[in-house]
């Protein structure tokens, strides 16, 4: 079974069309979306729309929670507060309802899938260093994660000899008696100075690990941005990639 893995849209349909039109030509086997579908982007509807058309699997992400009201946005910067109400205002009662239906996370064979880490779901810690996979990793049963949530792809191996090692994200075929915190990267607001959309692909029988980066319509995201009277610094931030 081939899986897709995409995560952080934010409300960014050029970069989700491109990824999943990139996903379909693959023929995978199922689609799986780690969260964050809305905020930032001025597409949050039409991405949920997608996200429920085409995911197998759908996760909450903390944006979903912010705009759902289960989660404070005192911590956020300016920028993310305001695309926050911005977003809320322009969901639709269906749309709220479709997020009421997302999972926290996700469970299958040795997979686990989640937004931000294995360490409380709900509150949403990011996975930045290997002090911060040892803490996830205590708390995961499986022994591959697949997450989101930093925008930034990258994998921390725990062995049974040593603490976890952090490494960027590349295609790899993971060790039997190793466990591994996987980061897909983000479809929609990737943060690794790459502005190409990002998605991960799992193959169960090969074991085969891929991160594919996508090319898209940066500029037409931009503008729609601009056009929604959203921060400029959300919209610039997509043709550099941070």
Excluded at 177 to 203: E, H, K, L
Excluded at 210 to 238: C, G, N
């Amino acid at each position: 079974m081939r899986i897709a893995m995409i995560s952080d849209i934010h409300g960014n349909l050029e970069a989700l069309s491109a990824v999943l039109s990139q996903i379909e030509q693959q023929q995978t086997d199922a689609v799986y979306c780690l969260g964050d579908v809305i905020g930032y982007g001025a597409n949050p509807a039409a991405c949920l729309d997608l996200v429920n058309e085409h995911c197998d699997v759908k996760l909450m992400g903390n944006h979903e929670y912010a705009v759902m009201g289960q989660l404070s946005t005192e911590s956020y910067n300016d920028s993310a507060r305001i695309s926050v109400k911005w977003t809320q205002s322009n969901l639709t009662p269906r749309h709220l309802q479709m997020i009421e239906g997302f999972a926290m996370d996700h469970v299958r064979d040795h997979m686990y899938f989640v937004h931000a880490s294995p360490y409380a779901p709900e509150k949403w810690h990011y996975i930045l260093n290997p002090k911060q996979a040892r803490l996830a990793f205590e708390h995961l049963k499986q022994r591959l994660c697949f997450c989101g949530h930093s925008h930034v792809p990258a994998i921390f191996a725990e062995t049974p000899e040593g603490p976890p090692r952090e490494k960027v994200g590349h295609d790899f075929v993971p060790n039997e008696d190793t466990r591994y915190i996987i980061n897909i990267g983000s479809t929609g607001q990737p943060r690794d100075y790459d502005p190409r959309a990002s998605f991960v692909t799992y193959d169960t029988e090969t074991n085969d690990v891929v991160y594919t980066r996508v090319q898209y319509d940066i500029a037409t995201a931009q503008q729609k941005m601009l056009d929604a009277d959203l921060p400029e610094f959300l919209s610039e931030r997509l043709a550099v990639g941070r």
